[in-house]
Structures are given as structure tokens and as C-alpha cells.
T-cell receptor, first 115, second 114 residues
Framework: NAGVMQNPRHLVRRRGQEARLRCSPMKGHSHVYWYRQLPEEGLKFMVYLQKENIIDESGMPKERFSAEFPKEGPSILRIQQVVRGDSAAYFC?????????????FGPGTRLTVL | AQKVTQAQTEISVVEKEDVTLDCVYETRDTTYYLFWYKQPPSGELVFLIRRNSFDEQNEISGRYSWNFQKSTSSFNFTITASQVVDSAVYFCALRLNTGNQFYFGTGTSLTVIP
């Protein structure tokens, strides 16, 4: 029973390029969350998605960042025109129902480095 | 506003010692959930425990135990007879009865010295 999968595990981009981070939730989970972990900080919530819907994007920067969770395929976090400050670990989590009691299970993270 | 504080940034202990990781949370909600996650050097986040605000019973799982004190808004985590494999960053997190996000503390980096 595979856990949450994220790829790539490491991503290097130059300033101005685009970064695409992928997340496949655990089998049977239809709720996906993205978090960002800056160096030596805790995780900060970015966005919560269900299939084909963004439910809560209150933690997403207003510009350059977008997320989707299509009917088929993984959830994608997209960062356009990356800047050095985007360098961080991006974690995806999934839960089966999204209810407040749900435990979120985390993937291994994607470490983005912007040169 | 919600907040989780892990005042201990780094802790080092010698193998077989007991160690307690502190977590203090702030919320005005009466129903909420508390979590501990472990982040080993490999980077993934491993779920350890979930506790709801109505259940103040302490919990023990092997060498791990958790002490939930609503009166002091604390949810401390104790590892007894620590082992080198316990070396990791440990995060405490809060989730409310409403909303979708977790509020994480900044983590405590535990090093167990052989």
C-alpha cells in the first residue's frame, strides 16, 4: 500500500524558470494539501484541493503560484518565474475524507533549489 | 489566532537517556486536534499520534508517551531509553474543528549520541 508519492525529490531551477511539483495521494485519498517548509522553520499551509476543486488557497502567494488536482493524474503545484526565496521543501499530504478528524499523511517532499 | 510553540530548538541526549519534547499551543476553539510528526534525516514526515481536545488521557506506545494537559495547553512527548534511530526533527501540530490546515511548530531537532 504505497504512501503519498512526490516527484521529483530534488529540483534545481534558475531564476525565472518554472517549477512543477507532483503529488500522488495515497490510494483511496481524494484530498490533497500542500505545505512549504523554509529552512529551519515549520511547515506552512499553502492550499487544500479535492479532485478538480480548490477548497482553500489561503496560504498560497497571490502571484506566480498555482495548484491543481485534475480528475485523472497527480496534483501539481506550479511556480512560475521562480526566485531565490522560493527555495524550500514542498510537502504534499493526503487524507481520505478531509474531515476535521482526518490525519494527514505526508509525502517525502520535493526540495526546490533556485540558483 | 492559532499558534504552536516548540521552545526547544535542539536537544542532544546520550543513548538510553529519557528525553521530553515540549509543545505549547494556543487556540480559542474548544474542539481541536493535536499531532506529533517525526522528520528523520531522509526528510519525510512520519505520523506519530493524534489526540483530540476531549481526551486528556495520556498515551503510551512502546518507548513513546504523550502527556496532554489542557490546563497548560501543552502536549509533550517523551521518549524513554532513547536510541540513535530516534534522531530526527519532531514537529507538533494543531488542527481545528473547522478549517483544513495544520498549524505546525518550528520543530525540535533531537540528536541521540551513541
Amino acid at each position: 500500500n504505497a504512501g503519498v508519492m512526490q516527484n521529483p525529490r530534488h529540483l534545481v531551477r534558475r531564476r525565472g524558470q518554472e517549477a512543477r511539483l507532483r503529488c500522488s495521494p495515497m490510494k483511496g485519498h481524494s484530498h490533497v494539501y500542500w505545505y512549504r517548509q523554509l529552512p529551519e522553520e515549520g511547515l506552512k499551509f499553502m492550499v487544500y484541493l479535492q479532485k478538480e476543486n480548490i477548497i482553500d488557497e489561503s496560504g498560497m502567494p497571490k502571484e506566480r503560484f498555482s495548484a491543481e488536482f485534475p480528475k485523472e493524474g497527480p496534483s501539481i503545484l506550479r511556480i512560475q518565474q521562480v526566485v531565490r526565496g522560493d527555495s524550500a521543501a514542498y510537502f504534499c499530504a493526503s487524507s481520505p475524507q478531509g474531515f476535521y478528524t482526518d490525519t494527514q499523511y505526508f509525502g517525502p517532499g520535493t526540495r526546490l533549489t533556485v540558483l | 489566532a492559532q499558534k504552536v510553540t516548540q521552545a526547544q530548538t535542539e536537544i542532544s541526549v546520550v543513548e538510553k537517556e529519557d528525553v521530553t519534547l515540549d509543545c505549547v499551543y494556543e487556540t480559542r476553539d474548544t474542539t481541536y486536534y493535536l499531532f506529533w510528526y517525526k522528520q528523520p534525516p531522509s526528510g519525510e514526515l512520519v505520523f506519530l499520534i493524534r489526540r483530540n481536545s476531549f481526551d486528556e488521557q495520556n498515551e503510551i506506545s512502546g518507548r513513546y508517551s504523550w502527556n496532554f494537559q489542557k490546563s497548560t495547553s501543552s502536549f509533550n512527548f517523551t521518549i524513554t531509553a532513547s536510541q540513535v534511530v530516534d534522531s530526527a526533527v519532531y514537529f507538533c501540530a494543531l488542527r481545528l474543528n473547522t478549517g483544513n490546515q495544520f498549524y505546525f511548530g518550528t520543530g525540535t531537532s533531537l540528536t541521540v549520541i551513541p
